[in-house]
Structure formats: structure tokens, C-alpha cells
């Protein structure tokens, strides 16, 4: 006899309306990381008797209070995050550590999963929800079909759950990945003023060079990596050059013969304002003094090689 005739008080639907919400499920499932929501199978039609046959054959497999695993509980880190912000409810978002880690902003090692939720909500085991009611469009995006806070919103919410240096490279991540927006970020600031979170992350933006610190030493050796492959001289590392004026400054890489100096860093249009006048002093001076300033981004040192190493030859003349 067929499992489903042991279903009891639930009316069975015609078998091609049958096979079509099988579909519809599977479907779901896959397009969220193998889980979802009670309130989402009844829209799709089921009944609540059909849900709770699901559930009693192992079809459906409870993870929170109305969300569940489709056929297994071998979730990945994104069926977790996905359950959580389902079990939260319409409206919530990925949040702070956990949102970041989606983005692959940093990684995280905490056993709950953080979620952004319009309204209060209850206890739900292996579940962090912070509240925040005043979320405008900007604010919510989706990564991988994940509902999740903006780059800019995540990068606030770790100011007020981690220390600065943590953010400054939060940030810098962000550049190397193109996803760091200034103007984004000036706005999430002026509207969440006196949020947690604000003064840290203002004073990132104030003072920090975002995109430097990747780390440094990580930059260097992929920079110098790849002028050994395309047969370039070694140029002097982290050195301080001096000014007829009697100004220092360190340059990055330097060419001595050639003065040419390399300097590495992150987008400087995304970049905070202060940065960028301290970058464009710098090189005026350097041009005064004789020296001619060639800008390179981790994006450009990571994704063109050819097109770096290609500039610095024609610089030192080798092409």
C-alpha cells in the first residue's frame, strides 16, 4: 500500500496537482540552500494536513519552529544562515558577523547566526536577532538568495560587535572586492548617527586608508611576485625617499636608478577624502623632487598582472 494512504484527515489532492507541488518544493529547496518555510508551503498550496504528513514521513525535517530542511539535515554554512533568517520571519536580513562572512568580508566562528528583524521576536535556539525598524530600500540586499543587510550596513553593525582593526580590514576586503561604496557608506552614518556601531566605523572612514591593509605584507609579496615573473628588477621595498625640501616619505617600492616609485593601494576614488589629499601631496612632492609615481590597486595587482607589469616596463624603459 502507498505511505500516503496512511494519512490521516488530510485530503489528497488530484495526482498532477500532486506532481506539480512536488516540483514547486523542490525547486524552493534548491533556490534556498535545501530549506523552507511553513508559511511559504502554504502559499504554494499545501494544506496544513499535507505539511504535517511531509513532516511525520521525513519529507520535511523541522530546524526552527515553521522552517525546515528539505529530505536531509546535511545543510551547508548557507542552508544555516538561510533557516535562520526564514525562522525570523518576512522582512528579516543576515546580519553584522554572519552577513559578513556571506560577502567573504571576514570569516566568522561564532555558534549563533546573527539576523536584522523589524519586530521583536522570540527565543529561537542558535539565533541572534538585533532589532532595527527604520530600514529603507537601500538598506537590504540578497546574496546567493540570502536576504542580507547592505555592504555598507554590515560594515556598521561589525563597528558595534568587533574592535576597529577588525573593521579597517571589514573595509578593506570590501575594496579589494569592489563592493566598498563611500557615498553608501556616508549615508548609512548620517541616518544611524547614534547607533552602535557609528563611531567606529566614522572613525574608519576619517582615518583609515581603506584597501591598504589587506595586509601589507601580503601586498608586497603578490606585488613583488609578480614583477619576478615578467623578468622586471627588484625594486627597493618600504623605503623612505627624501625631498629637496626635507620631506620624507615611504615609498611602497622604489626603483633608485630609474626613480620610479610604486605605490600600492586601494582604489583611491574609494578611498576616505583624507587619503586622498594626503596621496596627491605626496606624489606632488615626489614630482618635484624628481620622481615619477606609478598607482597600482590590489584589484589591478590581483586580477591584471599583464596590464601592471606591462606599465612598470614601459617606465623603466624596458619596453
Not at 18 to 36: I, K, M
Not at 90 to 114: D, F, K, M, N, Q
Not at 180 to 198: H, M, P, Q
Not at 228 to 249: K, W, Y
Request: with cysteine.
Amino acid at each position: 500500500m502507498d505511505a500516503e494512504s496512511d494519512l490521516v484527515g488530510a485530503e489528497r489532492p488530484q495526482s498532477s496537482t500532486r506532481l506539480w507541488r512536488r516540483r514547486e518544493l523542490a525547486a524552493l529547496a534548491s533556490a534556498q540552500h535545501g530549506v523552507v518555510a511553513r508559511r511559504q508551503l502554504l502559499s504554494l498550496g499545501f494544506s496544513r494536513d499535507e505539511v504535517k504528513w511531509m513532516l511525520g514521513n521525513r519529507r520535511l525535517l523541522a530546524i526552527h519552529s515553521g522552517v525546515y530542511a528539505a529530505g536531509h539535515l546535511a545543510l551547508s554554512q548557507k542552508g544555516h544562515w538561510m533557516a535562520a533568517v526564514l525562522a525570523c520571519g518576512p522582512g528579516a536580513l543576515l546580519s553584522h558577523r554572519s552577513a559578513a562572512a556571506l560577502r567573504s568580508l571576514r570569516p566568522t566562528a561564532i555558534s549563533y547566526v546573527e539576523v536584522l528583524v523589524p519586530t521583536e521576536r522570540g527565543r529561537i535556539a542558535g539565533v541572534r536577532p538585533y532589532l532595527c525598524r527604520r530600514l529603507l530600500a537601500q538598506d537590504r540586499d540578497e546574496v546567493d538568495g540570502i536576504p542580507c543587510t547592505s555592504v555598507a550596513l554590515t560594515l556598521l553593525n561589525l563597528g558595534a560587535v568587533l574592535p576597529r582593526r577588525a573593521v579597517e580590514r571589514a573595509c578593506d576586503e570590501a575594496e579589494v572586492l569592489e563592493l566598498f561604496d563611500l557615498a553608501a557608506l556616508d549615508d548609512v552614518l548620517e541616518r544611524f548617527r547614534g547607533a552602535r556601531g557609528a563611531a567606529t566605523l566614522r572613525a574608519v572612514r576619517d582615518d583609515h586608508p581603506i584597501g591598504t591593509t589587506r595586509t601589507r605584507h601580503e601586498l608586497e609579496e603578490r606585488a613583488l611576485a609578480l614583477v619576478g615573473r615578467h623578468g622586471i628588477p627588484l625594486p627597493a621595498v618600504d623605503v623612505t625617499v627624501s625631498t629637496p625640501a626635507g620631506i620624507g616619505f615611504e615609498a611602497d617600492f622604489l626603483w633608485r636608478r630609474e626613480r620610479l616609485v610604486l605605490e600600492t593601494d586601494g582604489l583611491r576614488f574609494h578611498s576616505t577624502r583624507r587619503q586622498i589629499e594626503r596621496d596627491r601631496r605626496k606624489e606632488a612632492e615626489l614630482v618635484r623632487a624628481g620622481y615619477r609615481v606609478v598607482r597600482m590597486t590590489w584589484r589591478q595587482i590581483e586580477r591584471e598582472p599583464q596590464t601592471v607589469a606591462l606599465t612598470l616596463s614601459a617606465a623603466l624603459g624596458l619596453s
